[in-house]
C-alpha cells in the first residue's frame, strides 16, 4: 500500500471521488464501484479504460487530473461498453445512483490467467507464511518488540505433517491452563494427559533440541535451544493460569506457551521477526528492514497474515466459515469468512491499494460474555444453529484484527459496507508465488 503524502486543495471535486474494484477469480468477474458525492449527475463523470484495459481513471471534473486505478486483472474488450453506457441512461441502471454510488461489473479478459485461480484450499501451503521452506540453517528468530535474540542460527526446519496440524491447532485454539497435579503424581498421567489436551496416543509430536517444527500459527522448539527465555514456572503443587505462558525476558512480551506434553515451547509467528541472508521474495508480505550493521534482513507478517492463514486452514478441515475470535471471553469478534479469496484494488486522491490478496470478512464485535457463552456452547444441528468454530487467541491479535477490518470497511463504498446486519471487511492473506501447473 503507498500513499501520496500531500492530500489535494478542497477545491478538487476529485477529492470526494472513491474507486474501488474486486475480482472474484472463481467467477472471473470484476466488479468497479464508484462513490460520488450524493446527486452527483452522470454527466460528470468521466471514466476513461486503459489501452490495455487494466488500469481505469475516473474524473468528476474533466479540468483536474482523474483518480486512476490498477484494476485486480485485464477486463474484457466488451467493459469499453460497459463503462460508456451513454450518461443520459446511466441513472436506469444503476439504483444508487442518488447516493452516489455507481457499480459496473465486467468479464475478465478470457486471455488474462488468474494466478491461482484453482481452489487456494488445495494448496495449504500457498497461504501459509513462514513454512520450513521459507527458513534455513542460518535462519534465527528474534522478539518482534524488542530485538532480543530467541533462537540462534543451526537448526533443522521441519514442516509439521499436515495430519498432525489437526491436533497442533486444537492445541493452540482450545489450549487452556494444565489441570492441577498430585504432589506424588509430579509428571502427570500420560494418558490422563493427551485425553486432556485432545491428542491422540499416536502421532505424537516432541520437541528435539536442534529441530524446529513449523505448523500454521507457530513454531515448536525445545525448551533448551530458546535464548533469553526464563525457565517455566515448575512448582507444579501451585500451579497457575499464567504458569504456560512464555515471555520475552527482556520487554516481557508473552512470545508462546509451554506445551508439556510435546515437552517445549510453542512460539506465535506474530511475535517474532526472522532473519534471512537475501532478500526476501518481493510476492512475500513480509516488511524488511536492514540492520545498518550487518547485512541481515529481519523480516516479520501482520498479524492479521498469520490469523488469515490459520482461519483458512479451519475453512479447510473443518468446513465451517464462522468463528468466534476471542482471547477472554469476555470480548471479541464474530467472523463469516464470506470469501475466502478475492482480489482487491482500492483508491482516492491520497491512497492506492493495487491488487491486494484478500478475505472478504463479515463480522460483529462481541462485548456480552453471556452471548459469547452461549454462542460456543450452541447445540450445531438443532434448526437455525449455524456452527460456530472458536479461536482463541492474543488479546492484542485480537483487537488487531479488529482494527484491521474496521480501516478495510471505511474504504470500502458505503452500500458495501454492511450485509443483513453484519458489518463487512478485508483482510489481506498471505500468497506464495505458486507456478501454475494445469
Ligand atoms: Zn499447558
Ligand atoms: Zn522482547
New binding site residues.
Partial sequence: MASSSTPPPESDPNSSLHLHAELLPNIRQLTLYISVPANTPSTDLTITLSESRRSISVSLNPDNDPITMKLPAHVHPTSHHILHLTPTTLPQTQPRATQGEYSFRMPVDVNTPITNNHNDLDSLDGYIPWTATDMSSATRLR?L??E?EVLGEGKVWKDLPSGNWAEMMDFWHCHKPDPPKGENNGNGDGEEMNAVKGYGAANQVVATPGTVLVDVVGFLVAGRDCLGIPNTNTDTTHPDANADKIH?T??T?QLGIHDPIANGHRLYKTRLAASSPSSPSPTSSSSPEVSPTTTTIWSHHPPETVISAQLLELIDRESTRRFILHSDNKSGLLIWIFTPTLTYSNASATHQISAQRAMKVFYQILSDEKEIQRMLDAEVGKVGVVAVEEVRLLGEEVDGFQRVLEKSRSLLPVEAREWRGWRVGLVGRFERNISITT
Avoid: E
Wanted: overall charge positive.
Fill in positions: 522478539c518488540k524488542c532480543s520475552c527482556t520487554c512480551t
